[in-house]
């Protein structure tokens, strides 16, 4: 059995999470019917929203999927080729995504195939530096972030953990299946050594590849599926699927401070950037952006999301919507 590290304390705090999906559920009642898909060109766009950013008492960022995309994670490809072959040619999968949900028939496969699968898309870099760039246009900015990623990449691009709240969970951590412990547990120890376990070995950069595809094994050792270190129950991701999900001490202490951020910023010159949320999570992050931005005659919405950027006709003179590639318009965002 591979210990974890509990993090898990009892605590009262807001609830930023649920209070936002309250304007959110709000929202979208009263905007729905009425969205306007932006307008203008791209360029004189960005020079609005470089001004408003730069004017800003404070910039909140909703970070959706769309976001890591830009920067390279993506599910297909390259990199589910590099590290799914196997599983490819046996269960025919073409990306890691629909990999994640399949019934695989022992345990031990199952927690091979997961390894691997929060190996890259938690413990790997992005291929492209697009969270650093936005992390430079936030230096010295008053800011805080929400998000329904669960990759990590805030935290590597060196945003402050103290204004950050993933809503969704973190790759990086298991819970238990016992309902009754509501506590999570690290899990970067155990990825390890099942990436090991499999025949995978680090290159020069540190990094686990496929060095002879032939020793890849898809399975890790029985003794090394990974248990609560609690009551040695069976551990799953921490992620949010259904009522199960565990929000351990610092999920709440984050929803806290989400709350406290918006609290304190009520009635200034805010901009809410909206940055690739698509429409699986709405009601978390766009809908609550466009309520606060409607109550609020001092603040600013833009969305940068290719094919989901736009905003209710009620706040369409304080709206700045781009329709591009994350990444290019963070590109030209610092250049200005």
């Given amino acids: 059995m591979i210990n974890f590290m509990g993090k898990n304390k009892p605590s009262k705090l807001r609830d930023g999470y649920r209070e936002t999906i309250n304007k959110g559920v709000t929202a979208v009642r009263y905007f729905s019917p009425r969205v306007s898909f932006g307008k203008g060109q791209i360029d004189v766009n960005v020079d609005k929203l470089k001004v408003a950013m730069d004017t800003a008492d404070a910039v909140i960022i909703g970070a959706g999927a769309g976001l890591s995309t830009a920067a390279g994670f993506i599910y297909n490809g390259e990199r589910f080729e590099k590290y799914f072959f196997d599983f490819a040619k046996r269960y025919g999968f073409d990306e890691m995504y629909t990999g994640g949900f399949y019934p695989f028939k022992k345990k031990e496969i199952f927690w091979a195939y997961?390894?691997?699968?929060?190996?890259?898309n938690r413990y790997l870099n992005?291929?492209?530096d697009t969270y650093d760039k936005l992390y430079s246009l936030m230096e010295g900015k008053d800011y805080f972030?929400?998000?329904?990623?669960v990759d990590h990449c805030f935290q590597k691009a060196k945003f402050d953990k103290k204004r950050l709240f993933y809503t969704q969970g973190d790759y990086g951590l298991f819970q238990s299946v016992n309902p009754k412990i509501r506590e999570t547990f690290d899990n970067e120890d155990w990825v390890m050594q099942a990436m090991e376990a499999q025949g995978f070995e680090k290159n020069e950069?540190?990094?686990?590849?496929?060095?002879?595809k032939e020793n890849i094994k898809m399975e890790i050792p029985s003794a090394l599926i990974p248990k609560c270190p609690i009551d040695n129950s069976d551990v799953t991701t921490n992620l949010r699927a259904d009522d199960s999900f565990v929000e351990d001490d610092g999920w709440r202490k984050a929803s806290n401070a989400y709350a406290d951020f918006l609290r304190r910023h009520e009635g200034l010159k805010v901009l809410y950037l909206e940055l690739g949320v698509g429409s699986n999570t709405p009601v978390i992050i766009k809908y609550p952006f466009w309520e606060m931005t409607d109550a609020n005659e001092k603040a600013t919405y833009a969305c940068i999301n290719y094919g989901e950027s736009y905003s209710p006709v009620e706040i369409e003179d304080r709206s700045i919507c781009i329709d591009a590639d994350v990444d290019e318009i963070l590109d030209q965002l610092l250049k200005n």
């Avoid at 997961?114 to 890259?120: E, G, N, T, V």
């Avoid at 950069?205 to 060095?211: L, R």
């Fill in 205 to 212: 950069a540190g990094v686990f590849v496929a060095s002879h």
């Fill in 114 to 120: 997961w390894a691997r699968y929060i190996y890259i």
């Fill in 145 to 149: 972030v929400i998000t329904t990623n």
């Fill in 126 to 128: 992005p291929p492209k």
